[in-house]
């Protein structure tokens, strides 16, 4: 799935707690950085999950 160290079950688990991003969460984040009109300058754009692993 995401990440070959980590069983694709946990993975599901993981995604479905909030607790891990999927693609497409990074996928609109960049999506909004490339649809800012030529005046906006981004300098940093940190995505993170909502929900903290608690291992």
Not at 14 to 27: K, V
Request: aromatic share 4%; charged share 30%.
């Amino acid at each position: 799935m995401l990440t070959p160290d980590i069983p694709t079950d946990k993975q599901r688990e993981i995604i479905r707690d909030e607790e891990m991003l999927r693609a497409e969460d990074i996928a609109v984040g960049v999506h909004y950085l490339l649809t800012q009109p030529n005046r906006t300058i981004f300098q940093q754009l940190t995505i993170s999950p909502r929900v903290e692993s608690q291992e």
